[in-house]
């Protein structure tokens, strides 16, 4: 069956270093997104990508990067300069082209500071 | 730009009662509607969508929404609720480019 899977599960990073959360799917969508949650504000978009080798910014983009080389991959790295990653993350895709099909999420990562 | 907003951050209910989660949008073009659910640690799946047509739009596990253009709402509901259906929803809405905007989600607490 076709999905996104997001790894790992559960993530602890120490103050100041960099960490990277997987997403891949095999849905052969276009567009994919990253979002951060934290309780009582909903989802927040981080990064998208609706094209390989291309992505913009989304409202909190501040202390994180991505990737996206590979149609199926879209990484994301949480900089050091990231001052309270502490949150649950979760990847989604969709088709360019129509929004009549919705997104598709991931099963999230849920990442600490220790 | 189209937005969504949900009316209600959480949502207390006892269990076999009816239920409803309130969603309003504004866009200025015709969009298409969603509601997902997630529950605890897990991501979002869809519960049901409005595309066009019939303005009732039945989802999984027994919940259905109305869509109602002139007041520019989707509302969520459910007849009879369960423990089980204790999560959050939200609602979002979609333009014919494919991206979302999604609300911030309501919390329902199913208690027994």
């Known amino acids: 069956d076709g999905g996104i899977t997001q790894s790992p599960k559960y993530l602890f990073r120490k103050e100041g270093q960099n960490v990277t959360l997987s997403c891949e799917q095999n849905?052969?969508?276009?567009?994919m997104y990253w979002y951060r949650q934290d309780p009582g504000q909903g989802l927040r978009l981080i990064y998208y990508?609706?094209?390989?080798?291309?992505?913009q910014k989304g409202d909190i983009a501040e202390g994180y990067s991505v990737s996206r080389e590979k149609k199926e991959s879209f990484p994301l790295t949480v900089t050091s300069a990231q001052k309270n990653p502490t949150a649950f993350y979760l990847c989604?895709?969709?088709?360019?082209?129509?929004?009549?099909?919705?997104?598709?999420f991931g099963s999230g990562t849920r990442l600490t500071v220790v | 730009a189209q937005s969504v907003t949900q009316l209600d951050s959480q949502v207390p209910v006892f269990e076999e009662a009816p239920v409803e989660l309130r969603c309003n949008y504004s866009s200025s073009v015709s969009v298409y509607l969603f509601w997902y659910v997630q529950y605890p640690n897990q991501g979002l799946q869809l519960l049901l969508k409005y595309l066009s047509g019939s303005t009732l739009v039945k989802g999984i596990n027994g919940f259905e929404a109305e869509f109602n253009k002139s007041q520019t709402s989707f509302h969520l509901r459910k007849p009879s609720v369960h423990i089980s259906d204790t999560a959050e929803y939200f609602c979002a809405v979609s333009l014919d480019a494919g991206k979302s905007t999604f609300g911030d989600g309501t919390t329902l607490t199913v208690k027994p």
């Open positions: 849905l052969n969508h276009d567009a």
């Open positions: 989604a895709s969709s088709i360019v082209g129509t929004g009549k099909y919705g997104y598709t």
């Open positions: 990508s609706q094209i390989v080798n291309d992505f």
